[in-house]
Nanobody, 122 residues
């Protein structure tokens, strides 16, 4: 049974840092990603990684501030978030799939975590 369990959210001041973790059960996925959803908005792509090769992809607004990584031995996904801004405030979701396809398309991910709240105060 596939299960994704996120941790690491919280409240931080603007300019601060947080590290999100996503522990995955079951066999390794082909790709994993992070999405976020702010109040009143749709769920948007943040970052993704091809599990085997390690290629990473980011939405423009987080490039240079966020880093996605994975620990293959622990089957765990991370999102290091630095220089946080109030507009980064959202519920962050870990997602995974065994399929191939566009990394930024949330419809291509089959498994989702429960979400973790990130709040950045100004």
């Amino acid at each position: 049974q596939v299960q994704l369990v996120e941790s690491g959210g919280g409240l931080v001041q603007a300019g601060g840092s947080l590290r999100l973790s996503c522990s995955a059960s079951g066999r390794a996925f082909s790709r994993m990603g992070w999405f976020r959803q702010a109040p009143g908005k749709g769920r948007e792509f943040v970052a993704a990684i091809r599990w085997s090769e390690g290629n990473t992809y980011y939405i423009d607004s987080v490039k240079g501030r966020f880093t996605i990584s994975r620990d293959k031995a622990e089957n765990t996904l991370y999102l290091q978030m630095n220089s946080l801004k109030p507009e980064d405030t959202a519920v962050y979701y870990c997602a995974a799939t065994f399929r191939l396809g566009p990394l930024m398309d949330k419809e291509k991910y089959d498994y989702w975590g429960q979400g973790t709240q990130v709040t950045v105060s100004s």
